[in-house]
């Protein structure tokens, strides 16, 4: 059987983001069965309406990627309590036009990183709510929030929290077990 094909973008642009690590981390922690391809999301215009049927390639590119995919991985910061707002951006145009939502019947797990000590668990209930409505699948356990980031990651942005791995290799694993399950 060809391996699962998981995609994973994050919620943070910056260069040394704790959930750009993640994601890297993600990719060394997939179970053999399964690859992840993570997907570049700069430079994605803003959502107009009036533009829908009519995106720059880069958009194009993202929602073809996300459609021809088994599953879904984010990674997230937590913004003023919720979702950041370029994150929101992206799932809003890649859900567009009404006919066309990339993201239908998809399954999806979620991890997020941020410096408090909640880890970002408000976005990831907030994305919860949005999954809702695009229709997707989200793996519910374990969840997987990693609370003050900065001591988290090594100087070269390598998890070094054991605990912190072995949750996110079994969230992987029940992401790929619901990717076969669902996968049409
Ligand atoms: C605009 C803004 C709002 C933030 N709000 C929260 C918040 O509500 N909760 C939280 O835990 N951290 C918050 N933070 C801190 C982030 O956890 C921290 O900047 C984290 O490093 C962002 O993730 P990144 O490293 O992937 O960029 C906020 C940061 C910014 C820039």
Redesign the pocket.
């Given at each position: 059987m060809e391996n699962i094909k998981i995609v994973g973008f994050?919620?943070?642009l910056?260069k040394e983001?704790?959930?750009?690590y993640l994601l890297n981390e993600a990719r060394d922690l997939m179970p053999e069965n399964a690859e992840l391809e993570i997907l570049s999301i700069d430079n994605f215009p803003m959502f107009n309406q009036d533009l829908e049927n009519d995106y720059p390639e880069n958009v194009k590119n993202f929602k073809n990627r996300i459609k021809k995919s088994d599953g879904i991985l984010i990674s997230t910061?937590?913004?003023?309590?919720s979702i950041p707002g370029f994150l929101k951006n992206v799932i809003d145009l890649a859900s567009r036009p009404y006919t066309d939502n990339a993201f239908e019947g998809k399954p999806v797990a979620i991890v997020s990183?941020?410096?408090?000590m909640?880890g970002?668990a408000?976005a990831q209930y907030h994305l919860r709510q949005v999954f809702t409505f695009l229709n997707m699948v989200p793996v519910n356990r374990p969840e997987v929030f990693v609370t003050f980031?900065q001591q988290k990651f090594d100087e070269n942005g390598k998890l070094k929290d054991e605990m912190t791995k072995k949750l996110m290799k079994e969230l992987l694993q029940n992401l790929v077990n619901l990717s076969i399950q669902l996968k049409k």
């Open positions: 994050g919620g943070s910056r983001s704790y959930n750009k910061p937590e913004y003023n309590y990183a941020s410096i408090g909640v970002g408000r980031a």
